[in-house]
Structure formats: C-alpha cells, structure tokens
T-cell receptor, first 115, second 115 residues
Framework: EAGVTQFPSHSVIEKGQTVTLRCDPI?????LYWYRRVMGKEIKFLLH????????ESGMPNNRFLAERTGGTYSTLKVQPAELEDSGVYFC?????????????FGPGTRLLVL | AQKITQTQPGMFVQEKEAVTLDCTYD???????LFWYKQPSSGEMIFLIY??????QNATEGRYSLNFQKARKSANLVISASQLGDSAMYFC????????????FGAGTRLFVKA
C-alpha cells in the first residue's frame, strides 16, 4: 500500500510568487490534514478535510493560503502571494476515519523556502 | 498556553541502553489521545505509539513503551535497547476529543544514539 505522497519535495520561490503544494493521501482515506513547521517552532495544524469538505480550517494563517480537495482525492495547498514567514516544512497526513485514536499517516513533507 | 511540552531539546544515549524522552501535556478535556512520532533525517513522520486517556494500561509497541501518568499529565516515551537507527527527532503529540481531531505537537526532542 502506497503511503502519503507530497509534491514537490522542495520549493524555492521569491517573495510575492505563488506556490502550489500537492498531497496524495493513502487510497481510501477520507480524512486529509495539512500541517506546517516553521523553522524552530512546533508543527502546527492548518486544516482538515473529510472527503472534499473542509471540516476544520481554524489553523489557516491568513487568506493567502487556499486549500482544495476537489473530488475528495488529492489536495492542493496554494500560497499566493508567498511571504518570507511562509518558509517551512508543509506536511500532509491522512487517516481512514477521524476517531480520537485513529493514526494519521504523514507524508515526507514539502520544504518551502521563500526568498 | 503550551499544550505539549518536551523539555529536552537533545538527548544522548549509548547503543543498547534504554532512554526516556519526556512529555507533559495540558488539557481539560477528559477524552484525549497521546501519540509519539519519529522523524528521521529523511524527513518523514513515522507513527510509533498511541495512548488513550481512558486506557488503563501503558501502551507498548515492540521496543517502545509509553509511561502514562495521568495525574501528572505526563506521557514519556521509553525506548529500550537503543539502536543506531533510533537517532532521530521525536515528537510527542495530543489530540483532544473536543478539538476536532487536529493533532497538537510538542517542539520535539532530538535523540542521538552513540555506538
């Protein structure tokens, strides 16, 4: 069974540009989560999809971030326009259900550097 | 307020010895789950072990065990018989029943296993 995959693995862009990150969850996992780790800080929750619906987007930092999950399969996270403080590692995770003890399986992350 | 506290930024352990990684948490929700993840240098987050707040016994998974002390709000990870491949970043995390199933992470502890 393939794990969670993320693309690209690294991205270097200039301030003001747009970047789109992609996450492919494990097949059959209805729940998809985005997290990010800004340099030197904790991993922070961004949002949670159940199929194509946003269940919780309380962690999205501002309206420069737009997440979509059309069709309930893969998800994209777009940052437009990117700012310096957006640099960090963006993780995607998926789970079959959203139960309290349900394991969230993480992807390898996308390392974003905004110059 | 910090919900997950990992007070050890870095730890050293001799190969084949046991090591304890500390984690304390803060929640008023009676229903919660505690997780430990391992992040090797390759970057992926690997699920290690889970403890539910109502579980009577400490969780164990192979060489990993979770020392759950509910009254003290601590959930320390014990790795027995350390191996060189255990060198990695370790994150303690929590999910609250009323928290919408987002995972809250600690700052992490970097473990170095010495040969």
């Amino acid at each position: 069974e393939a794990g969670v995959t993320q693309f690209p693995s690294h991205s270097v862009i200039e301030k003001g540009q747009t970047v789109t990150l992609r996450c492919d969850p494990i097949s059959g996992h209805d729940n998809l989560y985005w997290y990010r780790r800004v340099m030197g800080k904790e991993i922070k929750f961004l949002l949670h999809f159940v199929k194509e619906s946003k269940q919780d987007e309380s962690g999205m930092p501002n309206n420069r971030f737009l997440a979509e999950r059309t069709g309930g399969t893969y998800s994209t996270l777009k940052v437009q326009p990117a700012e310096l403080e957006d640099s960090g590692v963006y993780f995607c995770a998926s789970s079959r259900t959203s139960g309290l003890g349900e394991t969230q399986y993480f992807g390898p992350g996308t390392r974003l550097l905004v110059l | 307020a910090q919900k997950i506290t990992q007070t050890q930024p870095g730890m050293f352990v001799q190969e084949k010895e046991a090591v304890t990684l500390d984690c304390t948490y803060d929640t008023s929700d009676p229903s919660y789950g505690l997780f430990w993840y391992k992040q090797p240098s390759s970057g992926e987050m690997i699920f290690l072990i889970y403890q539910g707040s109502y579980d009577q016994q400490n969780a164990t998974e192979g060489r990993y065990s979770l020392n759950f002390q509910k009254a003290r709000k601590s959930a320390n990870l014990v790795i027995s018989a350390s191996q060189l491949g255990d060198s990695a970043m370790y994150f303690c995390a929590m999910r609250e029943g009323a928290g919408g199933f987002k995972t809250i992470f600690g700052a992490g502890t970097r473990l170095f296993v010495k040969a």
